[in-house]
C-alpha cells in the first residue's frame, strides 16, 4: 500500500512558560495553520532540571509547542525565535516529517 506522504517539516520547541504569547504571536505571523502546546514540560538543559509545575504557576514552567510547516515557512520561525532566545532560554528543534491530509496543514486550505 502506498502512503502518499506530503513532506513537511516538524517544529519543536521548547520555551519557558512566560514565553508563550511571543511564540504563538510568531507562529500565526508566519500564518502556520495549526499548532500543539504541551504545558508542564520537564526536562534536563543547560539551566538544570526544569520540573513541570502542575499547579498555579502555568508561567514558571516549560511549555513545548509542535508545529507541521512547509519548509518555506521554517527560515523566518527560526529567525524569530532566535531574537527570543537572545533574551532568554529556549530551544527549536526542526525534523523532517511526512503527513497526510496536507490540506490540514495549509492555511487556508480544508482536507
Known amino acids: ?19 508563550v504569547e511571543p511564540v504563538r504571536e510568531l507562529l500565526t505571523s508566519v500564518h502556520v495553520s495549526g499548532y500543539t502546546v504541551i504545558p508542564n514540560v520537564s526536562g ?17 514552567s516549560q511549555v513545548m509547542f509542535v508545529a507541521v510547516v512547509a519548509e518555506d515557512q521554517v527560515e523566518p520561525i527560526v529567525a524569530g525565535l532566535e531574537v527570543l532566545f537572545e533574551r532568554g532560554s529556549g530551544v527549536v528543534f526542526v525534523s523532517d516529517c511526512g503527513v497526510r491530509r496536507y490540506g490540514y496543514f495549509v492555511a487556508g486550505e480544508t482536507a
Open 1 to 19: 500500500m502506498a502512503l502518499d506522504l506530503t513532506p513537511m517539516k516538524m517544529l519543536q520547541v521548547v520555551v519557558p512558560g512566560d514565553r
Open 44 to 60: 534536563m538543559g543547560h539551566h538544570g532540571y526544569h520540573e513541570g509545575r502542575l499547579l498555579f504557576n502555568e508561567l514558571n
